[in-house]
């Protein structure tokens, strides 16, 4: 099974505790910073050009080889370094500091840094008190609250998480899943089968003409 690219449709569409970042790390705002608003959004290149190649090759029905796994993985590592580190220093980037396309942004780095979820999980204290202040996407909160309870093997929240199996969208298991549809839309999520049908289009293999 391959995990599925969530990142990509953000461009379409009780706390841990004795962890060092989360005791560092508050939400702020503060006057636009330009320039950390600019280093975001050339890591958010990035990030998203590795993750379109194979998402391309997923499309045609290929496997995406080493060298497409190795590029992901080393972007993804160096945001998640980087990001700790502004995370340490400005706290959490929100709107205000870093307009919507940086608070996008920064979340891309932190929805991605799966080989160190015990920073996930840390930090999603902070984005849910940026959610509260109007500082982060609603949206954002609720897939790092899938992403954490997926990586500690539990049902997830919102819906979000899926696997392609046999060129099918395969959702992780849902606490509740009678009153998923109602979560997603007080976070601003669209109804869980129009999201399927999105990830489908994206991810399903295409027929060749």
Not at 50 to 57: C, G, P, Q, T, V
């Amino acid at each position: 099974m391959r995990r599925i690219l969530l990142g990509i449709l953000l461009l379409a569409c009780a706390k841990p505790s004795g962890h060092g970042a989360a005791s560092a790390i508050m939400a702020t705002a503060g006057p636009r910073d330009e320039t950390l608003r600019s280093d975001l959004l050339t890591r958010a290149e990035a990030d998203q050009s590795a993750r379109l190649a194979l998402m391309r090759k997923q499309q045609q029905g290929l496997t995406p080889d080493s060298l497409d796994i190795a590029r992901m993985i080393e972007v993804d590592e160096a945001n998640t370094a980087w990001l700790r580190r502004v995370l340490a220093v400005r706290g959490w980037p929100g709107k205000t500091l870093v307009g919507a396309d940086g608070a996008d942004a920064a979340f891309l780095f932190i929805q991605h840094a799966d080989r160190d979820t015990a920073f996930q999980a840390a930090v999603l204290p902070l984005l849910e008190q940026a959610f509260a202040a109007g500082e982060a996407s609603g949206q954002h909160f609720a897939l790092l609250t899938d992403r954490v309870a997926t990586a500690r093997r539990q049902p997830q929240i919102y819906g979000s998480q899926a696997d392609i199996v046999a060129g099918h969208v395969v959702l992780k298991p849902i606490a509740d899943s009678a009153g998923v549809d109602a979560r997603r839309a007080r976070v601003g999520l669209p109804p869980l089968a129009e999201y399927v049908r999105v990830l489908d289009s994206l991810y399903a293999p295409r027929k060749s003409p």
